[in-house]
């Protein structure tokens, strides 16, 4: 079945990086992007961006632009989504899903980020 | 900037009828947006009920509609039972894989 699979939780200082891996199966790879969108504690869904995992185009949200990249490894099924310069409101669930464009599914299982110090 | 807008809440007794809608701050949602809609328990992944306006995804019970009613999407439920007990979030598709979040509505069903 299609499934997509997170990297685990991660606890970061201010200022540092993270990057959460995506690891898609139960599907031809190429065929469809991956978007992410993250939620922070009590909050909505903001999506991030999204990446064509057939030529490696992106497109981020205007707030993320900078301090976000997406890439993927077609060798190992893998999309992988990097946050720089944490800050405590980057502290959230990240989610990963299918892009249909114009729709997503199915969805990751979600990867806790919490940035304290 | 885009800003999509849902209903905070609404509250439905069960067996009983709700129709959320997601709208624009400015301009109307149609077809073109290809409105979707996403349901959440805390705690779990989104999962997807309806794509493309009215399309609904696979295992999705047929209580769960879409629809353009006016100048917004709208999601309806009928015959409300309590596990529809959530968050519903639309999505409004702008092109080039660009995505607009509405800003949620929690549905309680007593």
């Known amino acids: 079945q299609v499934q997509l699979v997170q990297s685990g939780a991660e606890v970061k200082k201010p200022g540092a990086s993270v990057k959460v891996s995506c690891k898609a199966s139960g599907y031809t790879f190429s065929s469809y992007g991956i978007s992410w969108v993250r939620q922070a504690p009590g909050q909505g869904l903001e999506w991030m961006g999204w990446?064509?995992?057939?030529?490696?185009?992106?497109n981020y949200a205007q707030k993320l632009q900078g301090r976000v990249t997406m890439t993927t490894d077609t060798s190992t099924s893998t999309v992988y989504m990097e946050l720089r310069s944490l800050r405590s409101d980057d502290t959230a669930v990240y989610y990963c899903?299918?892009?249909?464009?114009?729709?997503?599914?199915?969805w990751g299982q979600g990867t806790l980020v919490t940035v304290s110090s | 900037q885009t800003v999509v807008t849902q209903e905070p809440s609404f509250s439905v007794s069960p067996g009983g009828t709700v129709t959320l809608t997601c709208g624009l701050t400015?301009?109307?949602?149609?077809?073109?947006?290809?409105p979707s809609w996403y349901q959440q328990t805390p705690g779990q992944a989104p999962r997807t009920l309806i794509y493309s306006t009215n399309t609904r995804s696979s295992g999705v019970p047929d209580r769960f509609s879409g629809s353009i009613l006016g100048n917004k999407a709208a999601l309806t439920i009928t015959g409300a039972q309590a596990d529809d007990e959530s968050d519903y979030y639309c999505?409004?598709?702008?092109?080039?894989?660009?995505?607009?979040f509405g800003t949620g509505t929690k549905v309680t069903v007593l």
């Open positions: 400015s301009g109307s949602v149609s077809t073109s947006y290809y």
């Open positions: 899903a299918r892009d249909h464009l114009g729709w997503f599914d199915p």
């Open positions: 990446i064509s995992v057939y030529n490696g185009n992106t």
């Open positions: 999505v409004l598709y702008m092109g080039s894989g660009i995505y607009v």
